[in-house]
């Protein structure tokens, strides 16, 4: 589950393309679903009415009306909750420099940046691409491995994996790596671990310093035998948040060029 933005084209809003039969039924929800129907009482009185044009609005017209798919000019991935959390936090840091992140940033699928804000949001964004300066994470690395396998922000934990069938949590954050059951019962925390594979979804973690472990039916990596480590770097800010910036930069400038707000999906 994550977050993407979209914004839709001014095909249809500036008669750009030929008007369906139900034009009259189609109205711009500028609080949430953008392009969408407005359909009055007689006819949602009318089932198979209701149907007909619900599906040929949805289905066909939408997918196939213009040269967007969807009607929308950009409709781009952001990212997972947790690096949706991620931001939000490191925006809600720095309010004051970025405070239409931080009133807009979703919490949850739905909403929209007014179109007005959208230059607002464009001049944020760009000031935290442009930005030198570093902070510090905490970052879990397979030994011997130059990319991480997660990382999150001091005095911040990152849940990275679920499972299921039973369930556990594998986080990340001050303390280390860290696994909780579903009754939020720690069972493993570590800086400096072993993790090996004793047959189909069967791991053993062992932390490196006192030898303690833990077994579970999934592992972090799908390998024999696999060593660990929890540190802390530092990294350039522009850089940590290129992956959401940069999406986020082009459906501000869509919003700006179509006057047409960003919504959150």
Same mark, same amino acid.
């Given at each position: 589950?994550?977050?993407?933005?979209?914004?839709? $084209?001014? $095909?249809?809003?500036?008669? %750009?393309?030929?008007?369906?039969? #139900?034009? &009259?039924?189609?109205?711009?929800?500028?609080?949430? &679903?953008?392009?969408?129907?407005?359909?009055?009482?007689?006819?949602?009185?009318?089932? &198979?009415?209701?149907?007909?044009?619900?599906?040929?609005?949805?289905?066909?017209?939408?997918?196939?009306?213009?040269?967007?798919?969807?009607?929308?000019?950009? /409709?781009?991935?952001?990212?997972?909750?947790?690096?949706?959390?991620?931001?939000?936090?490191?925006?809600? /840091?720095?309010? /004051?420099?970025?405070?239409?992140?931080?009133?807009?940033?979703?919490?949850?699928?739905?909403?929209?940046?007014?179109?007005?804000?959208?230059?607002?949001?464009?001049?944020?964004?760009?000031?935290?691409?442009?930005? %030198? &300066?570093?902070?510090?994470?905490?970052?879990?690395?397979?030994?011997?491995?130059?990319?991480?396998?997660?990382?999150?922000?001091?005095?911040?934990?990152?849940?990275?994996?679920?499972?299921?069938?039973?369930?556990?949590?594998?986080?990340?954050?001050?303390?280390?790596?860290?696994?909780?059951?579903?009754?939020?019962?720690?069972?493993?925390?570590?800086?400096? #671990?072993?993790?090996? %594979?004793?047959?189909?979804?069967?791991?053993? #973690?062992?932390?490196?310093?006192?030898?303690?472990?833990?077994? $579970?039916?999934?592992?972090?990596?799908?390998?024999?035998?696999?060593?660990?480590?929890?540190?802390?770097?530092?990294?350039?800010?522009?850089?940590?948040?290129?992956?959401?910036?940069?999406?986020?930069?082009?459906?501000? %400038?869509?919003?700006?060029?179509?006057?047409?707000?960003?919504?959150?999906?």
């Amino acid at each position: 589950m994550g977050y993407n933005a979209f914004v839709h $084209c001014r $095909c249809f809003q500036d008669g %750009k393309i030929p008007r369906p039969y #139900f034009a &009259d039924y189609i109205c711009y929800d500028y609080d949430e &679903d953008g392009l969408t129907l407005c359909l009055p009482n007689d006819i949602k009185n009318n089932k &198979d009415k209701v149907i007909k044009i619900e599906n040929d609005f949805y289905y066909d017209w939408l997918e196939n009306g213009c040269e967007h798919r969807g009607m929308y000019l950009v /409709n781009e991935w952001i990212g997972n909750i947790s690096a949706m959390s991620e931001f939000r936090q490191f925006v809600a /840091n720095h309010s /004051n420099i970025y405070p239409t992140l931080h009133q807009y940033l979703p919490t949850v699928n739905g909403g929209t940046v007014p179109a007005h804000l959208a230059k607002n949001l464009l001049q944020e964004l760009t000031h935290i691409q442009n930005r %030198k &300066d570093t902070s510090e994470k905490i970052v879990l690395k397979e030994v011997g491995k130059d990319d991480y396998i997660t990382h999150t922000h001091i005095n911040t934990q990152t849940l990275f994996i679920l499972t299921s069938k039973p369930t556990y949590y594998f986080y990340l954050g001050n303390r280390g790596f860290f696994i909780g059951d579903s009754q939020d019962y720690l069972v493993f925390e570590s800086l400096h #671990f072993y993790q090996e %594979k004793l047959g189909n979804n069967q791991f053993i #973690f062992t932390d490196i310093k006192t030898g303690k472990n833990f077994h $579970c039916h999934y592992g972090i990596v799908d390998k024999s035998k696999s060593e660990f480590i929890v540190n802390k770097e530092q990294v350039l800010i522009s850089e940590d948040f290129t992956y959401i910036v940069t999406p986020l930069i082009k459906v501000a %400038k869509a919003s700006i060029e179509t006057g047409n707000p960003i919504h959150w999906g």
